[in-house]
């Protein structure tokens, strides 16, 4: 069945540095992959998917991920942070089950970014 | 109001009251999702609604009770609560969930969620 695991459950970098959160998937099938952010007190929005068309997909907020068969993974990356960009960030894979989907979400990784 | 509403934003409940989680899209979506998000849990997939039927019940105990009167609204019932359900409740929508419906991208759309807690 489709899962992911996000290695770190907590980043925290400087302002103005390279953001990267990881993210590996596990799927037999051609995965649909997702990262969300969550600020506080706020639902998840999304920043981006990956639907099998290019591997390099942008989001919003000059995040983009890039999909890698080869290492099944999808991790998320910003050139430069801001520290609006402070929240939970998280990986999510659609599962395929029963005849629906589902998104399967990892564990979350929360990244803090300090002046 | 666009996209996913949720009401109310907050709710402190004792175990033996009885109280409502409201779930609103307007997004002309037809599957809808109920998550648990508690502290240092991963989000928990609760109940799916496709064309207001359930197709998803995934294990949550009778003190949960759904409702989807139709397709722009769902309902989360809540009775006899314990301690340990005081989490994060979020509420979802998304274009189908059947299986690979032509044209669908997937991906849900969240409310801001309640945040309830049991006292």
């Known amino acids: 069945a489709q899962s992911v695991t996000q290695l770190g459950s907590h980043v925290s970098v400087s302002e103005g540095a390279l953001v990267l959160l990881r993210c590996n998937y596990s799927?037999?099938?051609?995965?649909?992959l997702f990262w969300y952010v969550q600020y506080p007190n706020q639902g998840l929005q999304l920043l981006l998917k990956?639907?099998?068309?290019?591997?390099l997909v942008k989001g919003i907020n000059d995040f983009e991920a890039e999909f890698k068969k080869s290492e099944t993974s999808f991790h998320l990356t910003k050139p430069s942070a801001h520290m609006s960009d402070a929240a939970e960030y998280f990986c999510a894979v659609i599962r395929f089950s029963g005849g629906y989907n589902k998104l399967i979400f990892g564990a979350g990784t929360r990244l803090a970014v300090h002046p | 109001e666009t996209g996913v509403t949720q009401t109310p934003r907050h709710l402190v409940m004792g175990m033996t009251n009885k109280k409502s989680l409201k779930c609103e899209q307007h997004?002309?979506?037809?599957?809808m999702y109920w998550y648990k998000q508690s502290a240092k849990k991963p989000l928990e997939l609760m109940f799916v609604?496709?064309?207001?039927?359930?197709?998803e019940n995934n294990s949550v105990p009778s003190r949960f009770s759904p409702e989807c009167p139709n397709s722009s609204h769902l309902f989360l019932h809540l009775h006899t609560l314990q301690p340990e359900d005081s989490a994060l409740y979020l509420c979802?929508?998304?274009?189908?969930?059947?299986?690979?419906?032509?044209?669908?991208?997937?991906?849900?759309?969240f409310g801001p969620g309640t945040r309830l807690t049991v006292t």
């Open positions: 609604y496709s064309l207001e039927e359930r197709v």
């Open positions: 799927s037999s099938v051609p995965p649909y």
């Open positions: 979802a929508s998304s274009q189908d969930a059947a299986l690979a419906t032509l044209g669908s991208s997937y991906e849900q759309y």
């Open positions: 997004l002309g979506h037809n599957a």
């Open positions: 990956y639907t099998s068309a290019a591997t």
